[in-house]
C-alpha cells in the first residue's frame, strides 16, 4: 500500500487575541489532569483547522510552592512545556512587599516549602509557625511537631524579635494550630510574642494569597478553601477583641491581579512570540464565580483594562449546572475544550 507521510499543517500565531486560565476546576482536579484539558492545550498550539496557534497564561490562585515548581507539575499532568514566565499564583504578588517589612510570618503549606518561596522572593527574615511552637511547646496544647518539623524549624528567642507583617501564603494544614498563633500575634504588642495589647491596635498587618471561600479538588462537592480560614479568623478575632479585623486578600478578583496578569501576558507575548501589541481579547477561562468570573468582569469594566477581557465559565469544578452564577460569565460551556473552541470560533 501506500503510506503517506502525515506532515503537520503550517501554523501561524495570533497577535489579536489571547487566553488565560484558572487552573483548579478547569485544568486540574485533585492533582489529576481534566479529560479534556490535554486537548484543549494541543488546540491552542495549533491543532485545529485553521492551523491557529494562540499565545496563554495561567492564572490560578493556588500556591504552596515556587512557580518553578509548580510549572514542572503542570508541564507533566498537561504533557506540554510550561514556563514561569507564563504562569502567576496566589503568592506571586507578594513578591512586590518583600521590602516592606523585615521579619515577617510566614504560614501555610507543605514544610517548609512557603518559606523558601518567601525567601526566593526576597523577603529578608522569615518566621513559621514551626518556629514558634519549637521555641515554646506550650503555643499549641494538643499538637507537638514531628522529629521532622523539629528539624526544619529554627531556634531564635522570640522575646526580641518583632514581627511586622503575617502572611498566608498557602492552605494551612493545621487551622486550630496556625490560627491561635495568628491571634497571639493580632494582638500583641507591636507582633512581639508573649504580649498583649490593650486597645487591640498594634498587632501587624495579615495578608491572605487570597480569598475563596472554597475550591473544587478530587472530592465530588467543593472543599474549603483559604477564604474560609480567613472567615473563621475573623469571627474569632471579632470575639476576643469586639473588633473588626482589617485584612488584605491578592489573588482573584482583586483587580490588581489581573493588571499583573495584563503585564505578564503583555511580556510573554514579546519573548516567545515577538508580537508587539497589546491582544484586543483575553478570554479568561475558570469554574468560580466569585474569583474568576467576577475579577475579569470587573477589570474589563473598569479604566485600568486595555483589551476586552471575555469571561467563559466551565462546568467542570465550583460552579454546577442547576445553579445561577452569582456573577455573569459571557458564556458557560461544559469544559476546557469548549471553552477554547469557542474563543477560536468567534474569532474566525
Ligand atoms: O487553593 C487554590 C484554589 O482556591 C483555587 O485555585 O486554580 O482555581 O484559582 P484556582
Ligand atoms: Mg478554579
Partial sequence: GVVTPSTPPETTTTDS???????????????????????AMKVLNGQNEYGIKVPYIFLTN?????????????SRQLELEI???????????????????????????????CRLVAEGYGFRDVVTPGDIMKDNDRTTPFRRLTDQETQNSRVRNFGET?????????????WGDDQ?????????????????????????????????????AAHEHTRLGMGALRSSLEAIYKSITGKDLVST???????????FATRLLQQWRKDTHGINKPPETVYFVGD????????????????????????????????KEGTKPRYTPRITVNNVLDAVNHGIKREM
Fill in 249 to 259: 486578600a491578592f489573588g482573584k478578583p482583586q483587580l490588581g491581579t489581573f493588571q
Fill in 288 to 319: 468560580t464565580p466569585e474569583s474568576d468570573i467576577r475579577g475579569t468582569n470587573e477589570f474589563n469594566e473598569s479604566k485600568l483594562s486595555e483589551n476586552d477581557w471575555y469571561s467563559i465559565l466551565v462546568r467542570t469544578g465550583v460552579f
Fill in 180 to 216: 491561635q498563633i495568628i491571634i497571639d500575634l493580632l494582638t500583641s504588642k507591636n507582633g512581639r510574642l508573649g504580649t498583649s495589647s490593650e486597645n487591640y491596635d498594634e498587632g501587624p498587618p495579615i495578608y491572605f494569597s487570597h480569598n475563596d471561600l472554597i475550591w473544587s
Fill in 162 to 174: 518583632e514581627i511586622e507583617a503575617i502572611f498566608v501564603f498557602a492552605d494551612s494544614r493545621h
Fill in 83 to 113: 514556563s514561569p514566565g507564563q504562569f502567576i499564583c496566589g503568592h506571586t504578588p507578594m513578591r512586590e512587599m518583600a521590602q516592606k517589612y523585615k521579619t515577617v510570618l510566614v504560614v501555610g503549606g507543605e514544610g517548609e516549602k
Fill in 17 to 39: 487575541y489571547a487566553f488565560a486560565f484558572d487552573i483548579d476546576g478547569v485544568l486540574i482536579r485533585g492533582g489529576k489532569p481534566i479529560p479534556e484539558a490535554v486537548e
Fill in 62 to 74: 493556588g500556591g504552596g510552592k515556587t512557580e518553578q515548581e509548580r510549572c514542572v507539575d503542570l
